[in-house]
Structures are given as C-alpha cells and as structure tokens.
C-alpha cells in the first residue's frame, strides 16, 4: 500500500459483522479471530451482545495484509511492515510489536483451543476440518510453532489416548497419517538448498514412528540446509554402500522402542566405516527419554527432547564440519560378556523353541506377529546384558503388558511364557550362563 491511499480515508465506524468481513475479504472467520488474538489487528469494536462489529478501515486493512500473505509474507512479517511503514495510520490499534515473538497466554489459549477442535476431529474422522484448521494455524505461525506447541501435544495425546483404549487403533493410524501427509506436502514445497551441508536422517530398521524426525527434516530444510529424507524402518541392508555413495556430513537416526536399540548402535558403526569415521552420527527418539542412562552409551551425539535445539545442534555440526570425537564402548563383565556369548551361539535355537511355545498361547489370527514377538524379547535380553542394566528390561515388561494382550496374550500368559522361557535358556546354555541370562528374564515377568 503506498501513501496516497491512507487507511485514515477510510470510515472507522463500526459497522460490518465478521461474516460479512470474511466475505469482502476472503478471509476465514477463524483466521479473522486467531489474527485478532495473535497480533490485535484488526481490534473490531463488539455491539449490545458482544458481536464483533469492522469499520471500512478495518477492511481495508485486512485486505493489504491477505496480499501480502497471498504474496508469501508470512503474516507476522506483514503486521510487522504494516507498523514499520504506515504508523501514523494506525492510531487507533494497540503496539503489540515487542511480543510479536513472545509466548503470550493470548498464544497459549490459541493453541490450547486448536487442540481441543483438532482432538474432536480426530475422533470423529473429521479430516477437512483438521486439514482447515492446520491450513488457518500456518497461516498465522511458522512450521516450529505448530510442531512443537500443536503436532506434538496432539500426536502425545494420541498415543496416551490410545494406551488407556479411549482411542481406537485406526483413529490413532487417521491422526498419524493427517499430520504426515501435510508435513511431507511441506517438505515437498520446501525450497531448494542454499547451505553447503548433507544431513543423512531418518527411523531405525523396525521403527516406524516417523513424524518428529520428519518435523526436523523440515525444520532443516527451511533453514537451507540438504536433507535426504529416508523415512521409517531405513534398515540396515544396503546403508552403507548407500552412505558410502552420499557422504553425508551427519547421520541422524531415531529409536521409539526399547527393541530398536541394537538398530541403532549398529548403525552408528555403519556410518563410522562408511564415512571414514568424517560423518557425525547423532540420534534422538522416545526410547531415550525412556532411558536416559543410555545416552553418552551410544556412539555418537544425543540430540535431545527438544526439536528446535536438536536443530540448532545439527546446524552447528553442519556449520563447523568437525570429525566426530573417538568413542570407546563400554564392555560387559567378564561374566556377564561370557552369559552373552553363550546366548548368541545358542540363540536361533532358543528362539525357535521359545516361538513354538508361544504359538501355543497366540490367538489364530495374530500368530504372523509371534516370531517377531519373541525376537525382540530375546534381543532386548541380550541388550540389557550387554548394557548391564535391568531398566531397559523393566521398559520392556510394561511394553510386553500393553501390547501383547492385543495379540490374544494375557498378561497370565506372559508370565508363564517367561518362566518357560527359562526353562528353555537352562536347557540349551551351560549352567553358569544359564543362570546369569535367567536373571536377566526374571525382569519380563508381570509383576
């Protein structure tokens, strides 16, 4: 807008409602409300029943802010022009320019309410509504916003919801792929680098929950850098001629569940060979704020809970291009080294047996997933031993008293699978070991 069209030679007199406002300038009535809470403009006068009532100016000034979001001004950056350069046109508004920034109660309430709306449409498979309301929230805030203060309060609230069985499992497969599907259009959208720097990231082999390490793909995009994107279960076949081929800078792998832990120091071992020990490894994920004891255990660099800072770290590594520090890792005891190497010469054999014996307490219809039921307990065993640590057994106790009884396994029938298990363990490994795995197992028993 220029100087010889002043909003002040426009009428200030209260006299549109919202609907029609939204009409003249075809602007959503939410969008409308979450700009007047966000940024107080316009700043509508209210009638008799406390409706909001727009004055002409008001219009008009709305209408230079949808061409400048129509233009790709963010509209932060628009209100933040509109003070800049026309201040004398705006009087009658309040400064709200020094906590444009700032995390406001007014932002909290905002987000807090788009929460509620979004949950309804969730449980409900309301999937335009919640496409609408993600469509008016960027709109307004950028994509670290909306990440880190509405996708994953939203994606933590489904996955409790889920847990208590509030929340149907394909209500919870709807919110997960909604959120995806947009975030993935974004990345799409994103623009090409403009930062010398290859970040390597994804999920490890059997881990699919993609979403937080695909919010910082975007959130590393956006600040210029290269990102090859690799997604869910990446595995491990073929990683490293595919490292080899990219020579990324840095790798940076997540892990959800306490069966992922092997993925994962593996992989911090592929990139090591395949880069030439100059690639930085790091790694993030649930699994870690499970069991924080594990960090610094792992080869490479933790990046943290928060998604913001795990980006700024990131950025500093791609920045700066140092070879990754030596590490040295922790070894066993003697003992326990030796309880480990017997498990693993006899290990296709307990499994075999161990699966045979649990597909004697599967329903029919879940009997698929068994093998891979038993795997990840055996593998968990032998990780807490390599680690020495019983909690990463305790994790996998609660996850075993959860998610099994959905494949017809009660949690009585946990318990005796556990003590067979042993049993088991006692027949094919000589005493000594065989007493010290034991020990381990005790720990998957329902208490």
Not at 267 to 289: C, D, I, M, P, Q
Request: aromatic share 8%; with cysteine; proline share 5%.
């Amino acid at each position: 807008m220029n100087h010889d069209e002043p909003f002040l030679s426009y009428p200030d007199d209260p006299v549109f409602n919202i609907r029609a406002v939204a009409q003249q300038t075809d602007i959503d009535p939410a969008t409308l409300r979450a700009w007047e809470r966000r940024y107080e403009i316009p700043k509508p006068k209210r009638d008799v029943q406390g409706h909001r009532l727009y004055s002409e100016r008001d219009i008009m000034i709305l209408r230079w802010l949808k061409q400048q979001v129509d233009a790709s001004v963010r509209i932060k950056q628009a209100v933040e022009l509109l003070y800049h350069h026309l201040p004398q046109q705006l009087d009658n508004y309040p400064r709200v320019m020094s906590s444009l920034g700032s995390t406001s109660t007014a932002h909290s309430s905002y987000f807090e309410d788009l929460l509620e709306e979004f949950t309804d449409d969730i449980t409900q498979f309301n999937y335009v509504h919640a496409q609408r309301i993600l469509t008016h929230a960027l709109g307004i805030y950028p994509i670290e916003d909306i990440c880190t203060r509405l996708l994953l309060p939203i994606l933590k609230w489904v996955g409790d919801s889920w847990e208590r069985g509030s929340l149907t499992l394909q209500q919870e497969h709807f919110a997960s792929n909604l959120i995806r599907e947009r975030l993935l259009a974004i990345l799409a959208a994103a623009a090409a680098p403009t930062r010398t720097g290859r970040l390597v990231i994804g999920c490890v082999s059997q881990d699919w929950h993609e979403i937080p390490v695909l919010m910082l793909s975007l959130f590393m995009r956006r600040r210029g850098w290269e990102v090859i994107y690799l997604g869910q279960n990446i595995g491990l076949e073929g990683f490293h001629e595919t490292l080899s081929d990219l020579q990324p800078d840095v790798v940076t792998l997540s892990a959800t569940q306490v069966s992922n832990l092997r993925y994962i120091k593996d992989a911090a071992h592929v990139v090591e060979r395949a880069t030439h020990k100059r690639g930085n490894f790091t790694y993030a994920g649930r699994l870690f704020s499970l069991l924080p004891q594990l960090v610094g255990r792992i080869p490479g660099i933790y990046l943290g809970e928060d998604l913001v800072r795990a980006a700024d770290v990131l950025e500093k590594l791609l920045t700066e291009r140092k070879r990754p520090e030596p590490f040295v890792e922790p070894e066993p005891s003697t003992r326990t080294h030796a309880a480990v190497a017997a498990l693993r010469e006899k290990r296709a054999l307990v499994e075999n047996t161990a699966t045979l014996l649990m597909m004697q307490h599967t329903a029919n219809g879940q009997m698929a997933e068994t093998p891979r039921v038993v795997h990840d307990l055996i593998e968990v065993v032998e990780m807490a031993m390599m680690y020495e640590d019983y909690a990463i057994l305790d994790e996998m106790r609660a996850w075993t008293q959860m998610a099994l009884p959905g494949h017809g396994i009660t949690v009585e029938k946990i318990a005796a699978f556990t003590i067979a298990l042993q049993d088991i363990i006692s027949q094919y490994l000589p005493a000594a070991e065989a007493q010290i795995v034991n020990d381990f197992i005790e720990h998957l028993h329902p208490v």
